[in-house]
Nanobody, 129 residues
């Protein structure tokens, strides 16, 4: 049974940092392209960052470029999202997703969440003073 568990969310002041983790069981994350999406009430899930299966290509939403960094740690079957210079607009529930059957050197899209095969339960990030 595949399970993705996100952690690391919380309350942080504007300008602060958080590091999210997505730990997998029942699947080897290093075998698949992975992404982080986020969602606020009443809005569609939007892509934030994605990483290729090989971990050497990345894609970021314009709103987070230069502030967020996605990375893999295959030794612990985890994908991270380092978030710096956080803004109130970053407040959302953050989800990690796995996109199977994707070319190993390419980054999956930051749209069309229904194309992703597995999702975690999400972790809340709140940026507020």
């Amino acid at each position: 049974q595949v399970q993705l568990v996100e952690s690391g969310g919380g309350l942080v002041q504007p300008g602060g940092s958080l590091r999210l983790s997505c730990e997998a069981s029942g699947i080897t994350l290093g075998d698949y392209a992975t992404a982080w999406f986020r969602q606020t009430p009443g809005k569609e899930r939007e892509g934030v960052a994605s990483i290729s299966q090989r971990g050497d290509n990345y894609r970021y939403a314009d709103s987070v470029k230069g502030r967020f960094t996605i990375s893999r740690d295959n030794t612990v079957n985890t994908v991270h999202l380092q978030m710096n210079s956080l803004e109130p607009e970053d407040t959302a529930v953050y989800y990690c997703g796995v996109y199977m059957m994707f070319p190993p050197t390419m980054t999956p899209p930051l749209y069309g969440p229904n194309s992703y095969n597995y999702w975690g339960q999400g972790t809340q990030v709140t940026v507020s003073s």
